[in-house]
T-cell receptor
Framework: QQQVKQSPQSLIVQKGGISIINCAYE??????FPWYQQFPGKGPALLIA?????SEKKEGRFTISFNKSAKQFSLHIMDSQPGDSATYFC???????????????FGAGTRLAVHP | EPEVTQTPSHQVTQMGQEVILRCVPI?????FYWYRQILGQKVEFLVS????????KSEIFDDQFSVERPDGSNFTLKIRSTKLEDSAMYFC?????????????FGPGTRLTVL
């Protein structure tokens, strides 16, 4: 129930194309869904995040679509660029009622390669 | 921009030896975490730390692991007797819930190689 399932494992997209990465979860207590971007040899960096009270969030070329009833969320990268080539992780966490720490449960990751 | 720092960037040790991985979280953050990433696999939660005590630990975080905040800035992960399967990237992260943000900021990681 604590798992977050991510697909595909790897993705190749041509420059200018749309990259789509999907995640699914089971635990309905999750209430925070971030996407992290990781370049080789670096730590994960927050890209964009969403809460379940909205169905979509857009920041520049990056959009999260969230389907609460299906317990799925996805990352869309519009106009993909070679510089977007990285590993993308979806994650989920639940905010304790009293506030406080929120461990992240990560998906398995998607290695994106954007070809020129 | 403030960032989480970690030292060393790479640690090589012999099986059975003790290692201490160091992290300096962002200065006004209150919650601290260790995660690990075995090569090619997902990032896994190890432990969270708040108010000088462990808030939660995963099943990976057994008696061989300990964490400490020895002063106002450092946050350390100690592995008492390393095993081959401890070889991984270890990431420190921190956040603050001030302003309602949940963002965890990750350090660049320490690559631990156990021989």
């Amino acid at each position: 129930q604590q798992q977050v399932k991510q697909s595909p494992q790897s993705l190749i997209v041509q420059k200018g194309g749309i990259s789509i990465i999907n995640c699914a979860y089971e635990n309905t207590a999750f209430d925070y869904f971030p996407w992290y971007q990781q370049f080789p040899g670096k730590g994960p960096a927050l890209l964009i995040a969403i809460r379940p009270d909205v169905s979509e969030k857009k920041e520049g070329r990056f959009t999260i679509s969230f389907n609460k009833s299906a317990k799925q969320f996805s990352l869309h990268i519009m106009d993909s660029q070679p510089g977007d080539s990285a590993t993308y992780f979806c994650a989920a966490s639940m905010q304790p009622f009293s506030g406080g720490y929120n461990k992240l449960i990560f998906g398995a990751g998607t290695r994106l390669a954007v070809h020129p | 921009e403030p960032e989480v720092t970690q030292t060393p960037s790479h640690q090589v040790t012999q099986m059975g030896q003790e290692v201490i991985l160091r992290c300096v979280p962002i200065s006004n953050h209150l919650y601290f975490y260790w995660y690990r990433q075995i090569l090619g696999q997902k990032v896994e939660f190890l432990v969270s730390f708040y108010n000088n005590e462990i808030s939660e630990k995963s099943e990976i975080f057994d008696d061989q692991f300990s964490v400490e905040r020895p002063d106002g800035s450092n946050f350390t992960l100690k592995i008492r007797s390393t095993k081959l399967e401890d070889s991984a990237m270890y990431f420190c992260a921190s956040n603050t819930l001030a302003g309602g943000t949940d963002t965890q900021y990750f350090g660049p990681g320490t690559r631990l190689t156990v021989l």
